[in-house]
């Protein structure tokens, strides 16, 4: 039973375009979330998250978006650079709880010049 | 920098062989993990563990053991590698809850072949 769904496995966006990245989640328990993104034969390295608190959550390129009762949330890239071309993965966790943190199973972004 | 290194980025063991991966993290975490990453299947838990000599399970433990005897070492045991068990295993580290985010800092992953 998946509890973070990232229902695309792949998109392809061009060069300057806008990438938005999709994720859902079904635990209502969750109240933090993260993204991370992958490049092959690397570690996932963390690119920004979001409390449950807020809704937006802004670093440079890359903001998150949650819609907390859609159990919803969204990484778009303004403007995509061929160097976000990577695997990025929605991780989400319980603060109730260890500091466990569960994955989705990933997009693969392609970003074409 | 922070950093979490992992033993072996390629490893190739046989049926049956016990195996030893091991992973240091030089930023005095608490919370050390064990994930394997297989295609269409994402991120998945094996262990944990929130201080020395204290483990847990996560979702997928079956056939694995874990060992924390420093602070800074965790090592993942397959006691007899099977085939299914060819994978890429990442390993990370973090702060305790309150002290930080849940941001994990991961190695470079070890690419296991059971063969």
């Known amino acids: 039973d998946q509890q973070v769904k990232q229902n695309s496995p792949s998109l392809s966006v061009q060069e300057g375009r806008i990438s938005i990245l999709n994720c859902d989640y079904t635990n209502s328990m969750f109240d933090y979330f993260l993204w991370y993104k992958k490049y092959p034969a690397e570690g996932p390295t963390f690119l920004i998250s979001i409390s449950s608190i807020k809704d937006k959550n802004e670093d440079g390129r890359f903001t998150v978006f949650l819609n907390k009762s859609a159990k919803h949330l969204s990484l778009h890239i303004v403007p995509s650079q061929p160097g976000d071309s990577a695997v990025y993965f929605c991780?989400?966790?319980?603060?109730?709880?260890?500091?466990?943190?569960?994955f989705g199973i990933g997009t693969k972004l392609q970003v074409i010049p | 920098d922070v950093k979490v290194t992992q033993s072996s980025r390629y490893l190739v063991k046989r049926t049956g062989e016990k195996v030893f991966l091991e992973c240091v993290q030089d930023?005095?975490?608490?919370?050390m993990f064990w994930y394997r990453q297989d295609p269409g299947l994402g991120l998945r838990l094996i262990y944990f563990?929130?201080?020395?000599?204290?483990?847990e399970k996560g979702d997928i433990p079956e056939g694995y053991s874990v060992s924390r005897e420093k602070k800074e070492r965790f090592s993942l045991i397959l006691e007899s590698a099977s085939t299914n068990q060819t994978s890429m295993y990442l390993c990370?580290?973090?702060?305790?809850?309150?002290?930080?985010?849940?941001?994990?800092?991961f190695g470079p992953g070890t690419r296991l072949t059971v063969t």
């Open positions: 990370a580290s973090s702060l305790l809850p309150g002290q930080g985010s849940y941001e994990q800092y």
């Open positions: 930023m005095d975490h608490e919370n």
């Open positions: 563990s929130y201080d020395v000599k204290m483990k």
């Open positions: 991780a989400a966790a319980d603060s109730g709880g260890y500091q466990k943190v569960t």
